[in-house]
């Protein structure tokens, strides 16, 4: 599924937030736009996926898993 903006991915959390860097501000990473978060989180899924799961709350409210599967379909 690609993905049009970053409202319509963070709808699938539940939480709405209003740009990518509050976004990413959650995470403690600043990235300068969409593209290079989505490229970054496929390199980076074997190494974040066990930290985010560790965290059940921040997972659902902030970005955690659904980056993660976000850049899984577009990247497939």
């Known amino acids: 599924?690609?993905?049009?903006?970053?409202?319509?991915?963070?709808?699938?959390t539940g939480t709405?937030?209003?740009n990518t860097?509050?976004?990413y501000q959650d995470t403690g990473m600043m990235l300068n736009n969409t593209v290079a978060a989505y490229s970054a989180t496929v390199f980076c899924i074997p190494r974040c996926a066990n930290p985010y799961k560790r965290l059940p709350s921040f997972g659902k409210t902030m970005v955690g898993?659904?980056?993660?599967a976000s850049s899984i379909s577009i990247s497939a």
């Open 1 to 12: 599924m690609i993905l049009n903006n970053a409202i319509t991915a963070y709808q699938d």
């Open 16 to 18: 709405m937030l209003n």
């Open 21 to 23: 860097i509050a976004a």
């Open 65 to 68: 898993e659904n980056v993660l």
